[in-house]
C-alpha cells in the first residue's frame, strides 16, 4: 500500500463534495456535460490550491466560492438563458420584508428563525434542507434563485441574462423563497402545489 500523500488526502477529501457541486452546477447550465466539466475544472483548481485553504470555512463553502466564479465565467461567456415569459402580478409583500435586505437578497437569520423557531439551528442543516427543497421547484425558478442567492449575482445582471423585467424577477424570487420555507416547515422534500 502506499503512503497517503497530501495530494491524494486532498484529492479524495475534495471528491467527496463532487455530487454536490454537479447537483449545484446542473441547475444553473442545464447541461450535464457543461456541469462536469465546470466541476472538474474546479476540482482540479481546488487540488492546485490545496496548500492554501486554511480552514476558515469548510470545504464545501470553499469549493462553492470556486464553482460560483467558473459557473458565473460560463454564463457571461455563452448568455446562457433565453427570453423567459412569466405573468406573475406583485401583490402586497410588506409582511415578509424582514426576511430580506434592502438589495432584495435574502437575510439567513431571520429565515433560520422563520423555518426553525431557534437561532440555535445550525446553518449546514438548514442548506441540507434547502437543498433538497430546491430539487422540487420548477427549473427555471431554482435557475434565477440560485444566480441570486448561491452566485450572488445583482438582480440587473440576472435581468440581463435572463431577459426577464425587474417586478416579475422580484416575485419570482419572492415565491422562490415562500416555496422553499414551506417545504422546509411542512416535511423537508414536499411542496405545497
Known sequence: MLK???FTDCWETIALERAFLIRLARLQLSSSADAEDVVQETLIGAANSWERFEGRSSIRTWLTGILRNKIIDVIRRRKLFQTVHWSVEPGDLSEFDYLFTADDAWHPEAFID??????????????????????????????????????????????????VSAGNLRVILYRARMRLRDCAVRGWGELDD
Open 114 to 163: 422563520t423555518v426553525c423557531g431557534e437561532k440555535k439551528a445550525a446553518e449546514n442543516q438548514l442548506l441540507d434542507i434547502v437543498e433538497l427543497c430546491m430539487n422540487r421547484l420548477p427549473a427555471d425558478t431554482a435557475r434565477l434563485f440560485l444566480m441570486r442567492e448561491y452566485l450572488g449575482m445583482e438582480l440587473a445582471e440576472i435581468m440581463d441574462t435572463c431577459t
Open 4 to 6: 497517503p500523500t497530501i
